[in-house]
Nanobody
């Protein structure tokens, strides 16, 4: 079983900072891109930032210059440092990973590659 467990988030103030962390665990063979998405009430889930396995980041325009994504491949962890927060950053933030995992079924190993999601963590920014 593979799990993505998020931590951090909560309540922040406009202009302040928050830090999100996401750790992948389980029967993992390899992890490709990792990233963060967010979903505000009544809206679709949108990309915030992604990072490749070699550390190349990509940001949506709304967070460029304010958010920084990083990862620790040894710990299967991705971090989102959010600075200069704005009320419009309020959303549920979801961790995502392009992940190859294995399962042992009756002594036969099955390998599969899928997109995995965390359970989501609420970020609320007050003005």
């Amino acid at each position: 079983q593979v799990q993505l467990v998020e931590s951090g988030g909560g309540l922040g103030q406009a202009g302040g900072s928050l830090r999100l962390s996401c750790a992948a665990s389980g029967s993992i063979l390899s992890i490709g891109d990792m990233g963060w998405y967010r979903q505000a009430p009544g809206k679709q889930r949108d990309l915030v930032a992604t990072i490749t396995s070699d550390g190349t980041p990509h940001y949506t325009d709304a967070v460029k210059g304010r958010f920084t994504i990083s990862r620790d491949n040894a710990k299967n962890t991705v971090i989102l440092q959010m600075n200069s927060l704005k009320p419009e950053d309020t959303a549920v933030y979801y961790c995502n990973a392009d992940l190859t995992a294995y399962r042992d079924i009756d002594d036969v190993f099955h390998v599969s590659r899928s997109q995995y999601w965390g359970q989501g963590t609420q970020v609320t920014v007050s003005s």
